[in-house]
């Protein structure tokens, strides 16, 4: 098995390609060893001192770490995706797919702007989505309100010191472009 590996705009995250299928359905964001517990793989990457996060997607990790130099933990990243493949283990453990997205609270926009909502939601999958996984991350819509979309970043986007022009000068330049109503956007 060869892993390759990508650098993304965020120096803390590193971007890990098995070249084979990680996760079905949603991606996934762990940020805590009490919040990987779902997953045998994530568990296993948050083992290695100096981890700080791990985000599956649906063909890559993304792992984010503190100040320790990739030279000394890279390796052992390397061999804890191996070796996880290697085993035949699942990503996720059986019945946690269920609840795949835990989050923090309900999406939020009033009832009149579900509209507008759908083609928010329809330009993040289609534009936004694909080009911020290639960076290693994912994008979630949160709500909207008075002209304010609320986003939430996520992998390497997440604490990437570029993510503030991404959501102003790439999405929010993108939405208020084509849908009329959009004012700004907001990490959150």
């Not at 759908?118 to 309100?145: C, H, N, Q, S, W």
Request: with cysteine; glycine share 10%; hydrophobic share 45%.
């Amino acid at each position: 098995m060869f892993i390759q590996t990508e650098a993304t705009p965020n120096p803390a995250t590193l971007k890990f390609l098995p070249g084979r299928e990680v996760l079905v359905g949603e991606p996934r964001d762990f940020r805590s060893v009490d919040a990987a517990a779902v997953s045998p793989l994530a568990m296993g990457l948050f083992a290695i001192s100096g981890v700080t996060g791990v985000f599956l997607g649906s063909d890559f990790i993304s792992v984010t770490k503190d100040d320790t130099n990739w030279a000394h933990i890279k390796p052992a990243i390397l061999g804890v995706i191996m070796d996880h493949f290697l085993s035949g283990k699942p990503v996720i453990a059986e019945g946690q797919a269920a609840g795949a997205v835990s989050d923090n609270g309900e999406e939020f926009f009033d009832a009149d702007d579900k509209e507008m909502v759908e083609v928010i939601k329809e330009l993040l999958a289609t534009r936004v989505r694909p080009a911020v996984a290639m960076d290693g991350g994912d994008i979630i819509f949160k709500g909207f309100k008075e002209g304010t979309v609320f986003l939430h970043m996520q992998g390497a986007c997440s604490g990437c010191p570029s993510s503030t022009a991404t959501l102003k000068n790439g999405i929010e330049n993108l939405l208020r472009h084509f849908v009329p109503g959009v004012e700004a956007v907001q990490q959150v």
